[in-house]
C-alpha cells in the first residue's frame, strides 16, 4: 500500500496547490494572514529590520515563529501555498506508518486516507499561510520519529515545531508521557524539558519584541467563554470526522487537552470551528489516537466516500471561488508604499511599506493592543471625521491606496467602507488610476499620521480638557493640567466637573476585562467605567458626552454601528446627548439639537443653518462649534479657525477641531501639537 498512499499524497498536493493558487489569483487570500507571513519572510530575505508594517510590530512580537526565518528562500505567496500543501500532505506518511505498527496494511491505509480527508486539513490548507498550521506535518513526523526509534528525526521535527508558534511548546512538553509509555524514559525527560525550554524562550522573545508587555493573544482569555453548549458542539467537530475512534485511544490525547481547553475558553468563536487553521497542532494526536479505535472496530470502506462529499459540501464555496475567472491586478512600483485592502493585499505584500487599509490613516488590527484582537472580528474601529480624514492622508504621504470593489469589506463595515471611498474620490490629493487604485499626486515622505488634539470646554470656559499622545488632561485655568489616564475622544460636562473619555486601557479601573475599548466618567478624582457592557470582543465604546440633562451618554456599536431609526453613518461625536450622521448624499447632519450642518456641495462641504447656506466656494468647511444662544459661531475653514458673530467674521490663523464655551466667551482649538485656548468676547 505503500506506492498507492503516495500516489494519494501526490495527487492531494496537486489538487490543493492548485486549489490554493486559484483562491489567491481570485483574491480569497489576504494580508491577514498570508501578507503577514509573506512579508516577514521576505524582510528576513532581504536582511531588513523585522518589522511589520502589516501588523504594526515586529513578527516575533506576533507570533513565535522562528521558522520563517528558513522559509526566507520562499517568500512568495505562491511559494508559500505550494510549500504548505508539501508539509501537509507528507503528514500521511508518519501517520501510515504510525498506524502500521499495531494496524494491517489495509486499514492503516484506510486511517492515512482518512486523514488526507479531514475537513480541518483542507480548511487549514486553504486558509492562507500560516507558521502554526506546518506543526501538522512537523508534529506527525514526530511521532512517528518518538514510535520507529528515530530520536534524530524526533528531535529535529520537535525544535522546528517550537518555532512554529509559541503555543506549541506546551504539545511539545505533553508528548514527554507518551515518550514515558513508549519506554523511552531519557527522551521523556528531554522531550520535558525542551518544551519547557521553548515555552520560556517564546515568551522572553515575544516580550522583548512587545517593549517588554505580554502579548496581545493573552486577551482571548480575560473574559472566557463559559457556554458549555458550545464546548460540546466543539468537541463534537473534532470527533465526528474520525467516528469517535480517538476516544478509545484516549491516553494519547494528553498534548492536545491544553489547545482543546484553550479553544473552548476564548471569547474568539473562530477557534471553536474547523473552517481556520487551529486544528493544525491537534489532528495529528487525533489520527495516532484513532489507530486505538481501529483495533476494535473497522468502519466500512464507504464511510471515506461519505466524508469526502461532506468535505465538498463544507468547501463548496471555496471551490466556486477558485473556478471564477480571476481579476486582472494593477501592477505597482516594488518600492512604493501601499495601504490596501486585505484582498488585494495578498499580492502586494513583497515591499517593506504595506498596510492594511485603513492603516495607518486609523490604525486597525494594529500593534500589541487588546482592542486589535476585536478589531479582527470586524466590531470596531471609528472612521474620522472629514477634515480629520483629510489632514491625515495630508500628512501622511502614501503612495497608493488599494481597494477592493467587491461586498467583503472586512476589517470595516460597508457603511465605513463606503465613506472612505466617497472622501478619496473627491481627494485632490489622490487620483484613481483604476477603479479602487489610488496614486498620490504629488509624491509625498512616508509618515505616520500625529495623533490630532481634540480640545473641549465647559460651560463657562474655565475647564479645558484634551487628549495627546499621552492620554487625556483636564485644566482648570490658571492652574497646572491634571492627568486623568490614558484615553482620547474627552468630552467635559457643562459645570466642568465631569469628563467622558475613551480608553483601550485595562488597568484603569478594577475588573475592566472585556478586551474592548470603553467609555470612563471622571469626576471628583475617580474613574468609573460606563461601558458600553456586552460579549467580550462584541461591543466597543466609540464616543461619551452628556446629554441635555447633564448626564453621561455612551455610544457604544456592535457589528453595525448604526443605531435605530437612523440612515447613513453615525460616527460621533456626542454633542447634545447623540452622535452625528453621515449620509450617502454627504450629510453630516448632528443629531442633536444643534442648528448647524454641513452638506457636500459639488466636492466641498460647506456650513448650514436649517436650510440657509453660512458658506460657498471652493474650500471645506467643517468642525463647526455653536454657542449656546447661537450668536458665536466657530469652524474650520481650509485648515483655519474661523469666528463669526452676525456679520462679522474672524481669521484666528491655522487650526482645527474648534471648541466655543457654551456662553460664547471663550474659544479653544488645536494648532499641530498645541492647544490655543482664548477669550471671544
Known sequence: MARPLIGCMLVYWLIFSGWSLALHRNLDTGIFDLGIHCQAMWLFAQGLPDFL???????????????????????????????????????AWPLYRLARLELEEKPAF??????????????????????????????????????????????????????????????????????????????????????AAGMLVAGLVMRAANGGQGSQYQSL?????????????????????????????????????????????????????????????????LMWAAVAGLRRWRPPAWSLGLLLVANLLMHRWL?????????????????????????PGAHLCLRRSLFLFPNPLQPLCWGNRTEAMVETIGQAGQPPLPGSLHRRLEEC????????????????????????????????????????????????????????????????????????????????MGQPARFLGAGHSPEVSDDGERVIFVSEAQNLVAGDRNCSADCFLWEAGRLTRLGPDGPPGRVSAYWGGFGPDGQPVVLGYGPERQPAGATGLWIGPVRDGAGTVIGADGWLQPKGVSRISCRRMGRHY??????????????????????????????????????????????LGPGYNPCLSGDGGWLVFARGAQVIWRRVR
Not at 57 to 74: E, K, Q, R
Not at 115 to 144: C, E, I, K, R, V
Not at 458 to 464: M, P, R
Not at 622 to 633: F, I, N, V
Request: hydrophobic share 50%; with cysteine.
Open 606 to 651: 460647506q456650513l448650514l443653518e436649517g436650510q440657509r447656506a453660512l458658506t460657498a466656494g471652493d474650500i471645506d468647511s467643517l468642525e463647526p462649534s455653536l454657542s449656546r444662544d447661537g450668536q458665536w459661531l466657530a469652524y474650520n475653514r481650509g485648515g483655519r479657525v474661523l469666528l463669526r458673530h452676525g456679520d462679522r467674521q474672524w481669521d
Open 319 to 343: 471551490l466556486l471561488t477558485a473556478l471564477r475567472p480571476h481579476p486582472e491586478l494593477v501592477e505597482l512600483p516594488a518600492g512604493a508604499s501601499v495601504s490596501a485592502d486585505n484582498a
Open 397 to 476: 504621504g502614501l503612495d497608493y491606496i488599494v481597494l477592493s470593489l467587491a461586498q467583503d469589506t472586512w476589517p470595516l463595515r460597508p457603511l465605513d467602507k463606503a465613506y472612505w471611498l466617497s472622501e478619496l474620490r473627491r481627494s485632490e490629493l489622490y487620483r484613481e488610476i483604476s477603479p479602487g487604485v489610488f496614486q498620490r499626486v504629488v509624491k509625498a515622505p512616508l509618515r505616520m499620521p500625529s495623533l490630532e488634539i481634540v480640545p473641549r470646554l465647559s460651560g463657562d470656559g474655565e475647564v479645558l480638557v484634551y487628549a495627546n499622545e499621552l492620554g487625556v488632561w483636564r485644566q482648570v
Open 53 to 91: 508594517t502589516t501588523r504594526g510590530m515586529p513578527s516575533l512580537a506576533d507570533h513565535f515563529t522562528p521558522v520563517l526565518f528558513l522559509l526566507a528562500p520562499l517568500a512568495r505567496p505562491e511559494l508559500a501555498l505550494i510549500f504548505q500543501s508539501v508539509v501537509l500532505a507528507s503528514a
Open 110 to 195: 484506510g486511517l492515512a486516507l482518512a486523514y488526507l480527508l479531514q475537513p480541518g486539513l483542507w480548511s487549514a490548507n486553504l486558509f492562507d499561510f500560516h507558521a502554526s498550521t506546518l506543526a501538522l506535518g512537523t508534529l506527525s513526523w514526530a511521532l512517528w520519529g518518538l514510535h520507529s526509534g528515530r530520536p534524530g528525526l524526533y528531535f529535529v521535527s520537535l525544535i522546528l515545531t517550537l518555532g512554529e508558534g509559541e503555543a506549541l511548546g506546551i504539545s511539545v512538553l505533553l508528548l514527554a508521557p507518551e515518550a514515558w509509555r513508549a519506554g523511552r524514559r531519557r527522551t521523556a525527560l528531554a522531550t520535558f524539558c525542551l518544551g
Open 221 to 285: 482569555f480575560a473574559q472566557p467563554n463559559l457556554n458549555v453548549s458550545s464546548w460540546l458542539f466543539y468537541c463534537l467537530l473534532l470527533l465526528l470526522p474520525l467516528l469517535f475512534l480517538p476516544l478509545a485511544g484516549w491516553p494519547r490525547l494528553l498534548p492536545v487537552l491544553p489547545v482543546v481547553v484553550a479553544n473552548c475558553l476564548s471569547w474568539r468563536d473562530g477557534q471553536r470551528g474547523l473552517d481556520h487553521h487551529y486544528l493544525s497542532s491537534i489532528l495529528p494526536f
